[in-house]
């Protein structure tokens, strides 16, 4: 798990995509909904799709958020990590007392 979070950022994408996608799913679902309940008014059960539409899009929503959040927190994170910004194989030309 220390590998994965260490040198990766692909969860928290994943996060970020799962929720967007599953925001598009449930508008898009709502919207499916919306238009039959106009065309078959008398036919569709009440009350039950627009509990799971609303669920889903508001679990969804929270997914997206959190997934951005991840962002900003493995962007602040890969920035203290005090890592080199160059790995170096050979230093060349340079003494080793340093500047004189």
Same mark, same amino acid.
């Given at each position: 798990m220390q590998g994965i979070v260490n040198? &990766?950022?692909?969860? !928290?994408?994943l996060a970020t995509i799962l929720g967007f996608v599953s925001s598009l799913v449930s508008l898009l679902a709502a919207? +499916?909904?919306f238009v039959?309940?106009?065309?078959f008014w008398y036919n !569709?059960?009440?009350g039950v799709?627009? #509990?799971?539409i609303g669920l889903f899009g508001v679990a969804s929503v929270q997914l997206l958020f !959190?997934? #951005?959040?991840?962002?900003? #927190?493995? &962007?602040?994170?890969?920035? +203290?990590?005090?890592r080199p910004l160059v790995v170096e194989e050979e230093r060349i030309n340079?003494?080793?007392n340093g500047p004189s």
């Open positions: 040198h &990766s950022k692909i969860p !928290l994408r919207l +499916v909904y039959m309940k106009m065309l !569709l059960p009440i799709a627009p #509990v799971i !959190l997934g #951005v959040m991840g962002e900003y #927190v493995g &962007s602040i994170y890969t920035q +203290v990590r005090n340079f003494d080793d």
